[in-house]
């Protein structure tokens, strides 16, 4: 039972990781407002957490309609 739970949290560590290198990447490569260069850096850090969380924290496929299930449920949940 730890196991998974140790994959899921060290994927949100990187996810985390990776949100904030490519907000930061973004906020000085195209120096648009500082809302949208969240917008793009959370939507990769939030396809990298569904692709690695599925594949290596579940072993469990991640198919387009799980993703875009992912993401309705994640802003209308």
Not at 8 to 31: E, G
């Amino acid at each position: 039972m730890w196991k998974p739970f140790e994959k899921y949290i060290s994927v949100s560590i990187v996810n985390t990781l990776f949100h904030w290198i490519s907000f930061s990447f973004f906020v000085y490569a195209l120096a648009c407002s500082q809302s949208f260069d969240n917008l793009l850096a959370f939507l990769i850090a939030v396809s990298f957490g569904f692709i690695a969380n599925a594949r290596w924290a579940f072993k469990n496929e991640a198919t387009k309609k799980r993703y875009f299930l992912f993401l309705w449920g994640y802003w209308h949940g």
